[in-house]
């Protein structure tokens, strides 16, 4: 039993929120790691901060966790499909660097950017081409039990003998069969049938490559989940984690090969749980569209990495949101408030789990007794993490907390929150500032001074008017002067 209010997730298996009793003493949970083969954008690292609130909340629940991220390294073609070339092969061949150059160097980044969104690291980070020979194993006995056939260009699954194909994505077999892909395979018995193994074309001679029964090649994208979370997290586990766009294809696929492989007409994985789309100018970001923002952008422009954590937490992970300039500046903005109010509450106690943070409250404070009670609702109602944030904010302004309840109040939504509160300096985040960081005073300045300006040079006063601009400059304000009149940003 867990300490507080039961805790509930959205299952995408049947499109509902359940109750989360875990099945064993330690919870499995798979989260589909990156194909390292380009940095991660920032729609890419919303999964892991997710998925990260996720591990926060079993915590919370004192549920104890072992979580596989893995790292695709090959097998992963362009496109998603089952032919053609390898991400990873192709970014070797555009970088002039080898494939283990390339991988390398792009794990590291991904490493990178979850270590300043402040992702707690995963048990275990397991490499595709690590398993390669298991995944032949895997795809074998597959083929053993009838549910293969072989194609010149690989080995693949019949979706026709997997009953319940599709059901994730709440398609039916027929239809999934119809519209699952565009790629045009010859010899493929059903359009949703898909490669376990890619075998190298006539004359072509892969980068990567193994030996198979089926001839020399690579494995299919979606073998190696299947293959690393059965061997790192047994054979049945309770959560597996990822994009919403995996729910439609990559996902329906692991299912299908995984129930076949073990053949027990027990569902493979107990909760699906997925992560809406980040937008930018209300479209899917995705590198196929081209240049997209990455963390390092942001950070470079002036934004700490907990502003962005923090414009992701102020959504729920189940809808979209759209990634706009002024929403980032809110969340700068606020990140900058909430690091100033918490330095004077400093040193923070810990209080990672609900019966810790209860201990720690003092027992005459109903008001911090309350708060915490918010919390815990929140993250149990499927990680509500904008009630949590709210009522973070509130408790921070309410006059009748203690300050010992307020402190383990403040600790608490961190832990839930994950972001970093307990040592975050005001000078850290206050390298870009917009107009929401100001002051009232700050502001009727600001713009007393344009006024003045805007006279001066109504008055061909140039000299003047270049003086205040100098003045305003000097306050880290940039003014533009535009035909409806002057406009202003901090810099």
Same mark, same amino acid.
């Given at each position: ?276 789309? @980040?937008?930018?100018?209300? =479209?899917? $970001? +995705? ?7 990455? &963390? /390092?952008? !942001?950070? %470079? ?70 708060? @915490?009670?918010?919390?815990? =609702?929140? $993250? +149990? ?7 949590? &944030? /709210?009522? !973070?904010? %509130? ?78 400059? +000097? ?8 035909? /409806? ?7």
């Amino acid at each position: 039993m867990t300490s507080g209010q039961q805790l509930r997730l959205y299952n995408s298996l049947g499109r509902r929120i359940m109750d989360f009793v875990p099945s064993a003493d330690v919870v499995g949970m798979y989260s589909c790691g990156p194909t390292v083969y380009h940095f991660a954008h920032l729609g890419n690292m919303r999964a892991y901060v997710f998925a990260d609130t996720l591990r926060r909340a079993l915590r919370w629940k004192a549920i104890p966790v072992r979580q596989v991220v893995n790292i695709t390294d090959v097998g992963h073609a362009v496109a998603d499909s089952d032919t053609g070339e390898d991400k990873i092969e192709m970014a070797a061949a555009r970088e002039e660097r080898s494939v283990e150059e390339i991988a390398a160097f792009y794990t590291k980044a991904f490493f990178d950017d979850t270590t300043a969104l402040n992702v707690l690291p995963a048990d275990v980070y397991p490499r595709a081409t690590e398993y390669v020979p298991d995944m032949i194993e895997f795809a074998a006995r597959l083929e053993e039990l009838g549910y293969t056939y072989l194609l010149p260009s690989g080995l693949y699954f019949d979706t026709s003998k997997s009953p319940g194909y599709g059901t994730l994505a709440l398609l039916d077999l027929e239809g999934q069969r119809e519209g699952a892909r565009v790629e045009q395979i010859e010899g493929r018995i059903n359009k949703s049938d898909f490669a376990l193994w890619r075998t190298e074309e006539p004359g072509v001679r892969r980068v990567m490559r193994w030996k198979s029964p089926w001839g020399w090649g690579a494995p299919g994208w979606h073998l190696e989940c299947s293959v690393m979370s059965m061997a790192l997290l047994g054979q049945h586990f309770d959560i597996h984690t990822g994009g919403v766009d995996h729910r439609e294809l990559h996902h329906v696929n692991e299912i299908a090969q995984s129930e076949a492989y073990l053949g027990d007409g027990q569902p493979w994985v107990r909760f699906w749980v997925h992560n809406e789309f @980040l937008l930018m100018n209300n =479209a899917k $970001i +995705a590198k196929s569209s081209g240049p997209v923002p990455r &963390l /390092a952008d !942001l950070v %470079e422009a002036g934004y700490h990495p907990m502003a962005y954590r923090l414009f992701l937490l102020g959504g729920h992970y189940r809808s979209q949101l759209d990634f706009t300039t002024n929403a980032v500046d809110a969340a700068q903005a606020t990140l900058r408030r909430l690091a100033g109010r918490v330095e004077a509450l400093r040193p923070l106690p810990v209080a990672e789990t609900y019966d810790a943070a209860r201990a720690l409250l003092p027992p005459e404070d109903k008001v911090a007794a309350a708060y @915490l009670e918010h919390l815990d =609702a929140a $993250i +149990a109602a499927d990680m509500a993490t904008p009630k949590i &944030l /709210a009522a !973070l904010q %509130e408790s921070l302004r309410d006059t009748d907390i203690s300050a010992e309840g307020l402190r383990v109040v403040v600790a608490a939504a961190d832990a839930l929150l994950g972001l970093g509160l307990a040592g975050l300096e005001v000078r850290e985040v206050d390298r870009r500032r917009s107009a929401a960081d100001l002051d009232p005073a700050e502001v009727e300045l600001i713009e007393r001074k344009i006024a003045d300006r805007t006279q001066a040079r109504m008055d061909r006063n140039w000299g003047r008017a270049d003086e205040i601009r100098a003045e305003l400059e +000097a306050l880290g304000v940039q003014v533009t002067d535009t035909p /409806a009149g002057p406009t202003w940003e901090l810099t």
